[in-house]
T-cell receptor, first 114, second 107 residues
Framework: DTEVTQTPKHLVMGMTNKKSLKCEQH?????MYWYKQKAKKPPELMFV???????INESVPSRFSPECPNSSLLNLHLHALQPEDSALYLC?????????????FGDGTRLSIL | RKEVEQDPGPFNVPEGATVAFNCTYS??????FFWYRQDCRKEPKLLMS???SGNEDGRFTAQLNRASQYISLLIRDSKLSDSATYLC????????FGSGTKLNVKP
């Protein structure tokens, strides 16, 4: 069982919908990440939160909006997505952002945009 | 030049074989190194961290060569269940992923 929990597992939405992806970890990790992964490609970093503050935004379009309500939770708010945004969205956490500790991934949300 | 490069494979090997993957990285100041495995349509799972002195976990051995800027993963006595994509990950301010090496272990 993964120690990083993501919901929902699958999401189908239209281009005008608004939805949110959720991620939770209870390992006491202080860094959390959102990745996007397309088929047969490695994960691509989207956002990094360290101690609940946004540390990195990899020039992600504003239709993706991250939020870190507390040290255990990470959300990704979605609005007006495009078909090319269909992908597996992975959340990860690590002990600390700067120390380079390994990341632990959730099992992802498979997103389909109609 | 990509920060992390891997041979995409696939590596097709029979059960019981020994197989090795290499991964090169471009930034000599990289600090941490990892191997992950990813099964089809699943999340990456940490296989092992890689240390300068080399480290072993059962059938898996990881090595780091800082002078030549590469890390390696050796799998001995391959099992069918080892079939997966193996991702090399290097940390320098953020995590850089290789494109992954696909391993198929055949009966």
């Amino acid at each position: 069982d993964t120690e990083v929990t993501q919901t929902p597992k699958h999401l189908v939405m239209g281009m005008t919908n608004k939805k949110s992806l959720k991620c939770e970890q209870h390992m006491g990790h202080r860094a959390m990440y959102w990745y996007k992964q397309k088929a047969k490609k490695p994960p691509e970093l989207m956002f990094v939160y360290s101690y609940e503050k946004l540390s990195i935004n990899e020039s992600v379009p504003s239709r993706f909006s991250p939020e870190c309500p507390n040290s255990s939770l990470l959300n990704l708010h979605l609005h007006a997505l495009q078909p090319e945004d269909s992908a597996l969205y992975l959340c990860a956490s690590s002990q600390d952002w700067e120390q380079g500790q390994p990341q632990h991934f959730g099992d992802g949300t498979r997103l389909s945009i109609l | 030049r990509k920060e992390v490069e891997q041979d995409p494979g696939p590596f097709n090997v029979p059960e019981g074989a020994t197989v090795a993957f290499n991964c090169t990285y471009s930034n000599s100041a990289s600090q941490s190194f990892f191997w992950y495995r990813q099964d089809c349509r699943k999340e990456p799972k940490l296989l092992m961290s890689v240390y300068s002195s080399g480290n072993e976990d059962g059938r898996f051995t990881a090595q780091l060569n800082r002078a030549s800027q590469y890390i390696s993963l050796l799998i001995r006595d391959s099992k069918l269940s080892d079939s997966a994509t193996y991702l090399c990950v290097v940390n320098f301010n953020k995590f850089y992923f290789g494109s992954g090496t696909k391993l198929n272990v055949k009966p």
